[in-house]
């Protein structure tokens, strides 16, 4: 784990909570990751105040997905994953407000097939959330 993920993790104190700045649980740190909140192929900088930690396998993907599909939800959710880091905090009412918006995204693009004719939305995304 590099060493600004192992001290997000730890000031977030992620192992005692279970979940993922987006609510995604995960078994073992070895499944989380760095995300940039402000995209590096826009500018955004590798620094603390720009990075958060997401399940790698789930969240991680999942919000590169809807970066991809649906930019102004993927904005939005951003959004809030900038106020958590300036507030230190992995708050329940961010949380609530980014589930609200990948329940949104979910019902909008629920029949959304990739090239290969899979749904976009995989299972995992939808069921590793946690119950707020």
């Known amino acids: 784990m590099s060493r600004l993920r192992e001290r997000l993790y730890k000031e977030y104190k992620l192992e005692e909570l279970g979940y993922d700045f987006l609510g995604y649980t995960f078994e073992s740190k070895k499944e989380l990751s760095t995300h940039h ?3 590096r192929h826009i500018g955004g900088k590798t620094e603390k105040k720009n990075l958060c930690v997401l399940n790698r396998y789930t969240s991680h ?16 959710i951003s959004s809030y994953l900038a106020e ?4 230190g905090e992995i708050s329940r009412d961010e949380l609530l407000r980014i589930n609200d918006l990948l329940e949104a995204f979910e019902r909008k693009y629920k ?3 990739s090239r290969n004719g899979s749904l976009i939305i995989k299972e995992e995304y939808k069921t590793n959330y946690i119950l707020i």
């Not at 958590?84 to 507030?87: A, D, E, L, R």
Request: glycine fraction near 0%; charge should be negative.
């Open 37 to 39: 909140i402000m995209p």
């Open 61 to 76: 993907n999942y919000i590169h997905l809807i970066e991809d599909t649906d930019y102004n939800i993927f904005l939005r």
């Open 84 to 87: 958590q880091v300036k507030k």
């Open 111 to 113: 029949d959304e097939e």
